[in-house]
C-alpha cells in the first residue's frame, strides 16, 4: 500500500544554517507529493507540491524535487529563520486509488533558535 | 475565497457522552476528509466524502461516523466518547479528483 516514510526530529537548528528533511515514499501508482507546515495551534498550511517525476515545487525559500528514482522528496532550505519553526509534514495522494486519500508521514519538528 | 472553516474550536465532554463536529469546506470543493492529529499516532485518516458519499474510510471504529451535506458541508460524529478520544481534529476540502487539500483550523477536543 502507499506511505510516507519521514526524517524523525525534533530538529533544532541555529538561524541561518541549512535544513534538510528526509522524506520517502512507496505508492503503487504515479503520485503527486506535498509538503504541509503546521504551526502551533493551527492546521495544516500547503507548502509545496510537485506532480510528477523531476518536478521542483518550491515556495517562501523551501524546495523539494520529486525523485522517482529514488523514491524522495526531501524538503530543503538553504537559511532558516526563526519564524520557520514549526511541524512539517511529507504526504502524498496516489491517483490510482479511488478518491483523493492523503498519506502523511509522522511530521518532523523544528526549532530554529537565535 | 474563504478558507475551511470548522465549528466549534473547542469542545470538553464526559466519557460516554457523543460530539458532532462541522465543517465548511471551500466553496467550489466537493471533498472533504476528516483527520484525527494525537502526539502519540499522528495525522490518522478517518474517512473522505465526496458528493455526500463516503469514498474512503480508515481504521477506525464505527463510533466514528460521518455524512456529507448537497452543499458540502460535512460533520462527523463521535458517540459513546472514550479518554483516548481527546484530540485535535482536522478537516480538509478538496475539488475532489486529485489536488491539494486545504486545511481547516481543527477543533480541539477533550474528553474527561
Known amino acids: 500500500g502507499d506511505s510516507v516514510t519521514q526524517m524523525e526530529g525534533p530538529v533544532t537548528l541555529s538561524e541561518e544554517a541549512f535544513l534538510t528533511i528526509n522524506c520517502t515514499y512507496t505508492a503503487t501508482g504515479y503520485p503527486s507529493l506535498f509538503w504541509y507546515v503546521q504551526y502551533p495551534g493551527e492546521g495544516l498550511q500547503l507548502l509545496l507540491k510537485a506532480t510528477k517525476a523531476d518536478d521542483k515545487g518550491s515556495n517562501k525559500g523551501f524546495e523539494a524535487t520529486y525523485r522517482k528514482e529514488t523514491t524522495s522528496f526531501h524538503l530543503e532550505k538553504g537559511s532558516v529563520q526563526v519564524s520557520d519553526s514549526a511541524v512539517y509534514f511529507c504526504a502524498l495522494s496516489d491517483p490510482s486509488n479511488t478518491g483523493n486519500q492523503f498519506y502523511f508521514g509522522t511530521g518532523t519538528s523544528l526549532t530554529v533558535i537565535p | 475565497k474563504a478558507g475551511v472553516t470548522q465549528t466549534p474550536r473547542y469542545l470538553i465532554k464526559t466519557r460516554g457522552q457523543q460530539v458532532t463536529l462541522s465543517c465548511s469546506p471551500i466553496s467550489g470543493h466537493r471533498s472533504v476528509s476528516w483527520y484525527q492529529q494525537t502526539p502519540g499516532q499522528g495525522l490518522q485518516f478517518l474517512f473522505e466524502?465526496?458528493?455526500?458519499?463516503?469514498?474512503n474510510k480508515g481504521n477506525f471504529p464505527g463510533r466514528f461516523s460521518g455524512r456529507q451535506f448537497s452543499n458540502s458541508r460535512s460533520e462527523m460524529n463521535v458517540s459513546t466518547l472514550e479518554l483516548g478520544d481527546s484530540a485535535l481534529y482536522l478537516c480538509?476540502?478538496?475539488?475532489?479528483?486529485?489536488?491539494?487539500?486545504?486545511f481547516g483550523p481543527g477543533t480541539r477536543l477533550t474528553v474527561t
Open positions: 480538509a476540502s478538496s475539488s475532489g479528483t486529485s489536488g491539494e487539500q486545504y
Open positions: 466524502y465526496f458528493s455526500e458519499t463516503q469514498r
